[in-house]
């Protein structure tokens, strides 16, 4: 099931899969991060946390290229390079959700998740006129992928259904499997659990865990519920006004004294 | 009742991703295939055909081709009317270089032509988005309208700035030239027309489609997925304009027999973004539906007070026929913004309950 | 060779060896940026309060034109005949809010631009069935506009100025400053900004829409009526004006379609560009590049400046 992704070299499992370095990024006056630098090893749940304007979407936005840094580098599967292009990182093995669903609205949720299919499938024009031979093979050998992504998320009888018709949080659902449709090496989550009750969490948690589980995908997530962060993550690094002030397991940041003055908290 | 797709079970994605998976929906086309290929050639009368159902067939290929511009990958087109010209002043450049080729062969080659300008005006699109996008399209409609008055070389310097068709055969038939009958040229049309909404078809449904889809819904997140925006963009220029063109080239050679530049003016532009709008952005058959429309309003408009017994002057039932258009738009707009073609759906949901009402 | 000669160096010797001949074209474009400016206002300031495209805008200039020469053909009074166009403006606006903007309420802008297609066919078919098709003469001597010319003696020759096209730039101008005015200092031009950027906020902030809608079509209609009289002036009142319209769209692209010191800075621009391009280098092409050079000014813009002038840099947050 895990075929090979693009390009950068083959990376085992507990090494480095992305790095971060000094990364600085600015706009216009502001800004949004400021000298950053992180790791994230193959095979991990890594959360990013931190209050909100921390820069954390703005940190995700550089890995997958759609913002620019000013300064710093980014070294992923092997490769470094100061910044990152969208096309890259998504032939590189990066996937991501969004903080504000980023579905195709007009689209079915079957067509969703066979779009996230796109980079892999190459069957010509003239195939795809006819919509025979190549282009149809193509078509039912993504479409049985697909159907186990959908079997996997639970999402079967909806597949049809345009997305903009969909609650939001199986609409989150929907764009997770678009995600992992492009069988990704490092998936990017952002706020996966924003606006979910305590059942939605628990079952997005569990697919999480699945997807970390089963097909060995890295993981970097944003989340603001710190429940869910200590106990899905390996490790954490927390961000605030743009800086690194921890970095470590769940137990060392809980305990760190900046992260609880700029973010935890204490229990009154 | 009637219209059930219970126990109509797949076995097999592709006959789950068929064009018409439903059994109702196969007889049914079969159906219309039926009556437009055999008896309406035979049962027709030739002004139908020539003054109705021709154009219609004609205008639904450009709207066909418009809506996969702009139904399916949002970018909005002002050219369209442009584009079919290059299709029409292609097309006779070519029966003039290659008075020997088939004449099918040369209107697929002047979609092509389209298609090359449809390239060159998509280019801006790398850097310009939305509606300024559609500036650039307006701009293409202008110059390449100018183009087909004052480059003389386009209708052979004949002093008219007209052109005539010639006359041409398809298996010793005349299709084309003043001899042609209207019921020959009506199959002709009616051919090359089920076959490029056929084609149509598949790409919309395959991963070009979805490509154009995600471009038009959020292209932000289509790139990060791995599409390339532009190769997406540009494609959608090159289909849209070739289906264009081959109207363009349809419309002078198997319905007008001759035409000037004022045919793929800026009117011709609007009027077909409003058979694609009324007949839903995002639709094949919505295009059909939209062609029939405004094509057929004005001449009801004109024959029905004829119909009841009033005398209206052909004037005043043109003037007419534009208030009524204006005052339908927005009615649809208000109604239905989604077309003939969700009213027509919604139709077809209805028919699924029947004869609950839900 | 010779070809870049033509292009690069021959029009501005042209330019130089007869000033007065480039002084003049400079005016006449000038004056026709004037009339293009006025249109984009009237875009302007429906965009600017409701979002929409009102691609509706050059006939309102037409039917309001028609009208006023209407009614002074049966007999009213020229300056009466104003008085009661105005009022038509007012109604017109009163029916466009209450019968196509209040039912589109927050539909999509595309929906909206479309539905303003469909009015503009509606005033097309009105117009001509109304007032009848053919030319019409601006009653410009019974508004006491003014006529004739100033001949000035300047750069070796002589520079001719209508007077009626300084009379149109002034009142443009005149427009334009309390427009701006209107909009950035008193209560309800904030209101209207409000609108512009969504309906259900300024819905739910007690902002009656109807009323700011009403307004702002109602000051587009006049706009529309003093750009149809300037029109008209100088050449006649006919259909072929909503042709006209369609160039404000590159002074919108160049001006921004928010912008109203903009659409005269976008209008004259264009208007000069168009002239200076039709003058000198036309007959390279053969004549009538009128037709599509502002558009490729435009385009060749947005290029370098894909938000227009004086637009906001589009930062798209994800």
């Known amino acids: 099931m895990r ?22 990024l ?23 946390i931190g209050p909100n304007g921390a820069g954390k979407t703005s940190m995700l936005n550089v890995i997958n290229g759609f913002y620019h840094p000013q300064q710093g580098r980014i070294t992923f599967k092997g490769e470094t390079r100061s910044e990152m292009r969208p096309y890259e990182a998504a032939q590189g093995g990066i996937a991501r959700t969004f903080q ?8 079915t949720v079957l067509d969703n998740i066979m779009a996230g299919r796109t980079l892999r499938m190459h069957s010509n024009f003239i195939w795809q006129l006819l919509r025979f031979g190549p282009a149809m093979n193509e078509e039912v050998e993504h479409r049985h992928f697909v159907e186990e992504i959908i079997e996997f998320l639970k999402i079967q009888e909806i597949r049809r259904t345009p997305v903009g018709r969909l609650p939001y949080g199986l609409q989150k659902r929907v764009e997770l499997g678009r995600a992992l449709a492009m069988q990704p090496d490092l998936l990017l989550l952002d706020e996966p659990m924003a606006g979910m009750n305590l059942e939605e969490k628990e079952d997005m948690s569990r697919f999480v865990l699945d997807v970390n589980d089963h097909y060995g995908t890295t993981i970097a997530l944003i989340e603001h519920d710190m429940g869910v962060v200590m106990d899905l993550s390996d490790r954490v690094v927390v961000l605030d006004h743009g800086i690194k002030i921890a970095d470590g397991t769940p137990d060392e940041v809980k305990k760190n004294q900046a992260v609880i003055d700029a973010y935890l908290g204490v229990a009154h | 009742m009637l219209y059930r797709e219970a126990g109509q079970f797949k076995t097999t994605y592709e006959a789950d991703q068929a064009l018409f998976p439903i059994l109702q929906d196969r007889i049914g086309i079969v159906v219309i295939l039926a009556i437009a290929f055999i008896a309406v050639p035979l049962t027709a009368n030739t002004f139908v055909i020539d003054s109705i159902l021709i154009p219609v067939l004609v205008f639904a290929l450009a709207a066909i081709g418009l809506n996969l511009l702009t139904g399916y990958t949002g970018l909005l087109s002002l050219g369209t009317g442009a584009f079919m010209g290059v299709g029409a002043f292609g097309c006779y450049k070519l029966t003039t270089f290659f ?36 500036v650039a399209t307006l701009a293409a409609q202008f110059f390449l309208s100018w183009c087909f008055i004052r480059v003389a070389w386009l209708y052979n310097y004949n002093v008219s700035a007209a052109i005539e068709v010639p006359q041409r055969t398809l298996f010793r038939v005349v299709v084309t030239g003043p001899s042609a009958a209207p019921t020959t040229r009506y199959l002709l049309v009616l051919t090359i027309v089920s076959v490029m909404t056929l084609l149509a078809s598949n790409l919309i449904r395959g991963r070009i489609g979805r490509t154009w889809m995600a471009v038009r819904d959020m292209d932000i997140a289509a790139e990060l997925i791995g599409i390339k925006l532009y190769q997406t963009k540009l494609m959608a220029f090159a289909v849209s304009s070739f289906y264009c063109g081959v109207a363009g080239a349809m419309l002078v050679f198997l319905w007008l027999g001759n035409a000037e530049s004022e045919s793929f003016n800026i009117n011709q532009s609007f009027l077909i973004l409003f058979m694609v709008i009324i007949g839903g952005l995002g639709s094949l058959t919505g295009s059909f539906f939209g062609a029939a429309f405004i094509w057929g309003l004005p001449i009801v408009l004109e024959y029905a007070p004829a119909y009841f017994g009033i005398k209206v002057a052909s004037a005043t039932a043109e003037h007419l026929s534009y208030i009524t258009l204006g005052t339908l738009i927005i009615l649809f707009l208000i109604v239905e913004p989604n077309g003939l073609a969700r009213l027509w759906q919604i139709g077809k949901q209805k028919l699924r309950v029947w004869p609950f009402p839900y | 060779m010779h070809m870049l000669y033509q292009i690069f160096i021959d029009p501005f010797v042209q330019m130089g060896s007869a000033p007065d001949l480039f002084v003049q074209t400079l005016w006449e474009g000038l004056v026709a940026g004037v009339l293009y400016s006025l249109i984009a206002l009237g875009f302007v300031l429906i965009f600017k309060a409701s979002g929409v495209f009102n691609f509706a805008q050059g006939i309102m200039v037409v039917f309001a034109a028609l009208t006023l020469v209407g009614l002074y ?89 209508q007077k009626i096209d300084i009379a149109a730039a002034v009142i443009a101008s005149i427009m334009v400053a309390s427009l701006a005015v209107f909009f950035q200092k008193t209560r309800i031009g904030r209101a209207l900004r409000a609108v512009a950027d969504s309906h259900r906020a300024a819905l739910s902030v007690g902002i009656s829409l109807e009323f700011i809608w009403v307004t702002v079509w109602f000051a587009a209609g006049i706009v529309a009526l003093a750009t149809g009289i300037m029109w008209g002036a100088r050449s006649d009142v006919s259909f072929a004006l909503d042709v006209i319209a369609l160039k404000a769209l590159p002074v919108l692209i160049l001006g921004g379609f928010t912008s109203i010191p903009g659409a005269i800075v976008g209008g004259v621009i264009i208007g000069v560009g168009e002239k200076l391009g039709e003058f000198y280098w036309g007959p390279l092409f053969g004549s009538g590049i009128e037709e599509w050079f502002a558009y490729v000014i435009a385009l060749i813009f947005l290029l370098f400046r894909p938000q227009g002038l004086f637009g906001e840099k589009i930062i798209e947050r994800i």
């Open chain 1, 26 to 48: 600015s706009f216009g006056g502001v800004k949004a991060v400021s000298d950053v630098s992180f790791d994230i090893r193959k095979g991990e749940i890594r959360a990013i």
């Open chain 1, 100 to 107: 504000n669903v980023a579905l195709f609205r007009g689209m």
């Open chain 2, 99 to 134: 008075p020997g080729v088939n004449i099918v062969v040369l209107i697929v080659g002047s979609g092509f032509l389209a298609a090359a300008a449809g390239i060159i005006f998509g280019l801006p699109s790398l850097r310009i988005k939305g509606f300024y996008l559609a």
């Open chain 1, 3 to 24: 075929a090979p992704s693009g390009s950068g070299a083959e990376v085992a499992v507990g090494d480095v899969l992305l790095s971060i370095e000094n990364v600085s």
């Open chain 3, 73 to 161: 053909a049966h007999g009213v009074p020229a300056f009466l005949a104003l008085a009661l166009t105005i009022g038509v403006m007012f109604l017109l606006a009163l029916g466009v809010e209450r019968l196509v903007l209040r039912p589109l309420v927050n539909q999509p802008e595309i929906i909206l631009f479309m539905a303003t297609f469909g009015l503009t066919y509606i005033l097309i078919g009105g117009g001509e069935l109304i007032f009848g098709g053919d030319p019409k003469v601006m009653i410009s001597n019974q508004l006491y506009l003014p006529s004739g010319s100033y001949r000035i003696p300047a750069l070796g020759g002589f520079v001719q100025m």
